[in-house]
């Protein structure tokens, strides 16, 4: 390791990398439990409006309402939920948060240890995106209380962190000239917010497709189009100024603005992808199935383009060390 690494700190980072692994996996535990024997979602949503008619309308008004898990009214299908397992939610979060604090802990130890802004390489990237979808999660939770989408995001979360950790793992240290400069700030930046944004929405949209009518106990289909959709109208503009920044940082290192390298093309994809499905919505009012296979696919060139294009095409950006 070169003697300008903290080995300390690089160690610390590695070792807080797999608490925040582990962290997220009990997580994922806790909100699979709340999911599986907690209120069913549609009957949770329904209850408000059931405590509305009951002030209005006394005992009868309140038992006119249908019972969302069985679809007779009055006839009830679904057990109350253990007064422990009540817990299992709100215990979830709490180790997000947990979680959330250790892979931030996990970034800035990186970052001190080498002396730089750490997201120089592909582990970095990644690491750094995944910490993003997490706190994307957490605060739209803490906005418009979407904690049924934890068990998902905290799996994704974990997913990426383990295939960063096994396949894209270096030791810190220096990074090249071309990365030695404060466009890493701006650009790189820039397009880990946009990633973990995008993440939110492509599992939003993956759970939309394979979520069947009879699963009363996930978030509906129009809860999820929501997600999606706040998430992808926030990451848009993010990702749209990280492309630039990037045609200014390739002036400025190579003496042009666009040179047809494939991470610039597969960028560029990317942002055509989403213009398409945010112009689908917005002109030809195409909601539900059909924008929900466009974001995917969009979340599908977003992948390849962090991913596939450092590992199998290579180009001017292949300085981000796969290993």
Request: hydrophobic share 55%; charged share 10%; with cysteine.
């Amino acid at each position: 390791m070169p003697a300008e690494v903290d080995a300390g700190l690089a160690t610390l980072s590695d070792q807080l990398i797999l608490a925040t692994v582990l962290l997220y996996v009990f997580a994922m535990i806790g909100y699979a439990l709340s999911l599986a024997f907690g209120r069913p979602q549609a009957q949770a949503e329904s209850k408000p409006e059931s405590v509305l008619a009951a002030v209005g309308g006394g005992t009868a008004a309140a038992s006119s309402v249908p019972d969302a898990a069985s679809g007779e009214g009055g006839n009830r299908t679904e057990k109350e939920p253990s007064a422990w397992m009540a817990w299992a939610g709100p215990i979830a979060v709490g180790l997000t948060w947990l979680g959330w604090a250790t892979h931030l802990a996990s970034i800035l130890t990186r970052g001190l240890s080498v002396g730089r802004w750490p997201w120089g390489n592909m582990y970095e990237f990644v690491v750094a995106m995944c910490f993003t979808a997490v706190s994307a999660f957490l605060f739209m939770h803490l906005r418009y209380r979407v904690r049924f989408l934890g068990a998902f995001v905290t799996v994704a979360a974990a997913l990426g962190l383990g295939f960063a950790v096994r396949y894209l793992h270096v030791q810190a240290g220096p990074v090249v000239p071309a990365l030695d400069t404060y466009w890493v700030a701006i650009h790189v930046s820039a397009a880990i917010i946009a990633s973990g944004l995008f993440t939110v929405a492509g599992v939003s949209g993956i759970l939309y497709m394979v979520r069947k009518d009879t699963a009363v106990r996930l978030p509906s289909r129009q809860d999820l189009e929501r997600v999606a959709h706040r998430a992808i109208v926030i990451g848009f503009p993010i990702w749209t100024f990280a492309v630039i920044a990037g045609a200014l940082w390739a002036d400025k290192a190579w003496g042009r603005y666009w040179g047809w390298d494939p991470k610039e093309i597969w960028a560029f994809i990317t942002w055509i992808a989403y213009a398409a499905y945010l112009h689908a919505r917005a002109t030809a009012g195409w909601k539900g199935k059909a924008a929900m296979i466009v974001q995917i696919i969009a979340f599908g060139c977003l992948l390849f383009n962090l991913v596939g294009v450092n590992v199998f095409l290579g180009g001017l950006h292949s300085y981000a060390e796969v290993p």
